[in-house]
């Protein structure tokens, strides 16, 4: 996934202080515009007067008194087509040497704390939050190269770009991304406390292990094997599933992990008992042992919740910085996902409210010969794999996939059996990297055609488990898209997917079909839309979780990490209460608020939905075509 730090709002009046304190008159823009509009008759004087004013905007006094602006642009203005194309190429050139070496410095230096190995030591948590980056805009701007790129290629609102973009071809779509690099002026000491908060976040999640073989239930027994170490929220989830082919006590221990998670939300788990093996600890209690003394340990508080509101202050700084996107939030839909807010809430609403819902549930009911718990809306039977005992799995991924290597040494296997030819194959497998990872899966795509992508799972001295397999197909897909939309791409500017949404499908593409990589037959059991139906009731509702989270923050810009933590709960229960309990049962679950994603990955969550309908679509499309049928999505295939 690409991750995006965000969010939300500062004081309005600040905002427009800062904007309307403008540097270039209003009448000086006209009269600019006026000269290059009566010199270049034949060119389209809206677009000149929109570069003019999108420069204006941007700049400040060091840029250069208003002679300074009006030489500026009379001076850079690429006005006839060959001009603009042969400008376009060497800045395409030019941005992904940039945007590639430091993307190669920033994975480097990230390495220690990143990658399975030595604990990092202090040096190592410093270099792992150095943005390199946050100079180079800046020193854009102050060599006028990000003026020159604006004043050609102004950017474009996301309402004009649905308006336009249809008709658009894709030299001018490309010329429309290239809009999109420069709609602000953020300081960069600004981008460096964006990128420490987003480390120490990441690093705060990396290091959230449960020591499952030292929880006790209430009778004082362990469930879990001793050496059992789950990362939260992404094992805990994963190990809740597996549980559902475990008929001897897979119920109990899918309550306990419930009970953790509760836990974790609401921060009365025991500070000490968090990746630390010296302590045993009942989560029903709360009571923590040592030596089967027991002993009392002080609860988290409220860290989780600081970091939140750590990543929400830099972004407050952020705002007055970005005319365009002026609040995190419309950074986030808007100039990240390409869509608005409402339009979010209106799709997720509209699914998590529907009766479907109640009728899969009372199909789930029925299967499992109960009463449904919260943790259901992790229910795993759609799939295969529901009636596959983990260990028997574990034990196959382990004894195939020893190291990182053997998993990357399988890839052209792995995708000729997925559909892919040989020689795409080869391709692909030689430009993605598969390394051990210190915390979750994830997979970080090259930003220059001479990167690898790096695929990035947990593999223990065992080898890899079928939970670190299973997340290790999902980011194989992501690193497949990363490099078709990097390497096999016409204009540089059009390298990566719409919103990462889109990237999230083929993940869950691929995800999908694990056990079929494994020599499995599943084709026979599986039930693809209820499985995507059921998968899209959860996430929307932990995505809808998060998003009035930072709503809420937006609104009440002075909240202590405490007030975060009650505000939090309070929506979680609220959101449950209206579209969950009634379905699941539990009145007052915080349950959707345990996704890590929360504190590492602000306002990332509304993609995972999105991927899913999108996979939806893709796998309707494949059957039908199989099918010889003809395809109801064919028609959007040029847009």
């Keep these: 996934m690409r991750p995006y730090i965000l969010l939300l709002c500062i004081l309005g009046l600040m905002h427009t202080s800062l904007i309307e304190a403008q540097t270039i008159s209003d009448a000086t823009r006209q009269k600019v515009a006026t000269t290059l509009i009566e010199k270049y008759s034949n060119c389209n004087s809206a677009l000149i007067q929109r570069g003019i004013n999108q420069v204006a905007s941007l700049w400040q006094e060091t840029d250069g008194n208003e002679e300074a602006f009006v030489q500026f642009i009379q001076q850079n203005y690429m006005a006839d087509a060959t001009s603009r194309r042969q400008l376009f190429d060497k800045l395409c050139t030019a941005y992904e040497v940039l945007m590639g070496t430091s993307n190669q410095v920033a994975i480097e230096l990230g390495l220690p704390t990143v990658l399975a190995g030595p604990e990092p030591i202090r040096i190592d948590y410093i270099f792992s939050a150095f943005n390199p980056y946050s100079h180079l805009w800046n020193d854009l701007y102050e060599n006028k190269v990000a003026f020159i790129t604006i004043l050609t290629f102004p950017n474009f609102t996301l309402e004009e770009k649905n308006a336009l973009g249809k008709t658009w071809s894709r030299e001018e779509w490309a010329y429309a991304r290239m809009g999109d690099m420069f709609t602000s002026r953020v300081p960069a000491n600004l981008r460096k406390e964006a990128g420490q908060a987003n480390a120490d976040a990441e690093n705060y999640i990396a290091s959230y292990n449960i020591m499952m073989g030292h929880l006790l239930n209430e009778k004082g027994q362990k469930l879990f094997p001793e050496d059992m170490v789950l990362l939260t929220h992404w094992n805990l989830r994963d190990e809740i599933k597996s549980n559902y082919a475990n008929p001897t006590n897979g119920l109990e221990k899918q309550e306990m992990i419930y009970k953790v998670m509760e836990r974790i939300v609401d921060q009365t788990i025991p500070l000490d008992v968090i990746n630390n093996a010296e302590y045993d600890w009942n989560p029903y209690t709360n009571k923590t042992f040592k030596n089967g003394k027991e002993v009392e340990l002080a609860s988290e508080g409220a860290r989780r919740y600081q970091h939140?509101?750590?990543?929400?202050?830099?972004?407050?700084?952020?705002?007055?910085?970005?005319?365009?996107?002026?609040?995190?939030?419309?950074?986030?839909?808007?100039?990240?996902?390409?869509?608005?807010?409402?339009?979010?809430?209106?799709?997720?609403?509209?699914?998590?409210?529907?009766?479907?819902?109640?009728?899969?549930?009372?199909?789930?009911?029925?299967?499992?010969?109960?009463?449904?718990?919260?943790?259901?809306?992790?229910?795993?039977?759609?799939?295969?794999?529901?009636?596959?005992?983990?260990?028997?799995?574990?034990?196959?991924?382990?004894?195939?996939?020893?190291?990182?290597?053997?998993?990357?040494?399988?890839?052209?296997?792995?995708?000729?059996?997925?559909?892919?030819?040989?020689?795409?194959?080869?391709?692909?497998?030689?430009?993605?990297?598969?390394?051990?990872?210190?915390?979750?899966?994830?997979?970080?795509?090259?930003?220059?055609?001479?990167?690898?992508?790096?695929?990035?799972?947990?593999?223990s001295g065992k080898g890899m488990d079928y939970k670190g397999y299973n997340i290790a197909v999902h980011e194989f897909g992501h690193n497949v898209e990363q490099t078709l939309d990097l390497y096999k791409i016409d204009y540089y500017t059009l390298n990566g997917v719409p919103n990462t949404g889109f990237t999230e499908a083929l993940a869950f593409i691929f995800q999908k079909r694990d056990l079929e990589l494994l020599g499995f037959d599943t084709e026979r059991n599986d039930n693809t839309t209820l499985d995507i139906f059921w998968g899209l009731y959860e996430i929307m509702g932990v995505a809808l979780v998060d998003m009035a989270v930072w709503e809420w923050l937006y609104a009440n810009p002075e909240a202590t990490a405490e007030d975060l933590k009650n505000a939090t709960l309070r929506i979680a229960k609220e959101t449950w209460n209206k579209y969950y309990e009634p379905v699941l049962g539990t009145k007052d679950s915080p349950l959707l608020a345990i996704y890590s994603h929360m504190v590492n990955s602000p306002m990332y969550l509304p993609n995972y939905p999105l991927g899913s309908i999108i996979e939806y679509q893709l796998e309707s499309h494949r059957q039908r075509e199989e099918a010889g049928l003809p395809n109801r999505y064919t028609r959007h295939q040029n847009q």
Excluded: C
């Design 308 to 459: 939140i509101l750590d990543a929400y202050k830099v972004e407050k700084k952020i705002d007055p910085y970005t005319p365009a996107l002026p609040t995190g939030i419309k950074r986030n839909f808007e100039g990240g996902m390409e869509m608005s807010v409402e339009q979010i809430k209106e799709l997720f609403t509209h699914l998590v409210s529907s009766d479907q819902v109640k009728q899969v549930a009372k199909l789930i009911e029925s299967r499992l010969g109960r009463q449904l718990r919260p943790y259901d809306i992790w229910y795993d039977g759609f799939k295969s794999r529901s009636t596959l005992s983990e260990d028997m799995l574990t034990e196959k991924t382990q004894a195939k996939y020893p190291t990182a290597q053997a998993f990357q040494d399988d890839m052209p296997r792995m995708l000729e059996a997925l559909g892919f030819s040989k020689e795409d194959a080869k391709f692909l497998s030689d430009r993605i990297v598969v390394e051990g990872a210190r915390g979750s899966g994830h997979a970080w795509g090259a930003q220059g055609r001479w990167e690898p992508a790096r695929l990035r799972t947990r593999i």
